[in-house]
T-cell receptor, first 118, second 112 residues
Framework: GAVVSQHPSRVICKSGTSVKIECRSL??????MFWYRQFPKQSLMLMAT?????????EQGVEKDKFLINHASLTLSTLTVTSAHPEDSSFYIC??????????????FGPGTRLTVL | QKEVEQNSGPLSVPEGAIASLNCTYS??????FFWYRQYSGKSPELIMS????GDKEDGRFTAQLNKASQYVSLLIRDSQPSDSATYLC????????????FGQGTILTVHP
């Protein structure tokens, strides 16, 4: 298999608080993990690429100080939404790239985290 | 021009019919092509990957790639109501090596 988990699956928080989302590859090692955001009726938008042991690479328009990414091991990446506001409410999805499978680009997605900021 | 474009949909087909989903991409250097299925409120699930020109079959699904025309398609044979979902075309390689660029998705409805 190629199982990716996310925790929590759903979170509701007050405006101004920080929320941490964990992404784990359960049965393989992932040098690279990706964080996406999806608003209702829209496609996935890549926020950042997370590489184990190095700083994340953020896409244009994504605030790196607001969306903190840590990829401390080959099976875990975390996304922290700092000082969350209602406009940050979205579906956050991580994916993990499975190396050595003949296609580095193949990504397996976690189940997603639905964030609601009140 | 969007980097990855899918036929706008929504697409509605009767149960048992063939559903045809299309996707074009702008980066001629793209090397990897994927179809994901996404049910409402869920994350995408990989259905097919294709890297070479031609057809690739997996059960009821056939992916077709034509790099000269920068075109990739997905055929679903014997469509079932459980196939009703949003189908996302994703492309990687070229100028976005290692990253996926998604199309906007096509909503497919298979009615009994």
């Amino acid at each position: 298999g190629a199982v990716v988990s996310q925790h929590p699956s759903r979170v509701i928080c007050k405006s101004g608080t920080s929320v941490k989302i964990e992404c784990r590859s359960l049965d393989f090692q992932a040098t690279t993990m990706f964080w996406y955001r999806q608003f209702p009726k829209q496609s996935l938008m890549l926020m950042a690429t997370s590489n184990e042991g190095s700083k994340a690479t953020y896409e244009q328009g994504v605030e790196k100080d607001k969306f903190l990414i840590n990829h401390a091991s080959l099976t875990l990446s975390t996304l922290t939404v700092t000082s969350a506001h209602p406009e940050d409410s979205s579906f956050y999805i991580c994916s993990a790239g499975r190396d050595g499978q003949g296609a580095l680009d193949t990504q397996y997605f976690g189940p997603g985290t639905r964030l609601t900021v009140l | 021009q969007k980097e990855v474009e899918q036929n706008s949909g929504p697409l509605s087909v009767p149960e048992g019919a063939i559903a045809s989903l299309n996707c074009t991409y702008s980066d001629r250097g793209s090397q990897s092509f994927f179809w994901y299925r996404q049910y409402s409120g869920k994350s995408p699930e990989l259905i097919m990957s294709i890297y070479s020109n031609g057809d690739k079959e997996d059960g009821r699904f056939t992916a077709q790639l034509n790099k000269a025309s920068q075109y990739v398609s997905l055929l679903i044979r014997d469509s079932q109501p459980s196939d009703s979902a949003t189908y996302l075309c994703a492309v990687a390689g070229g100028t976005s090596y290692g990253k996926l660029t998604f199309g906007q998705g096509t909503i497919l409805t298979v009615h009994p």
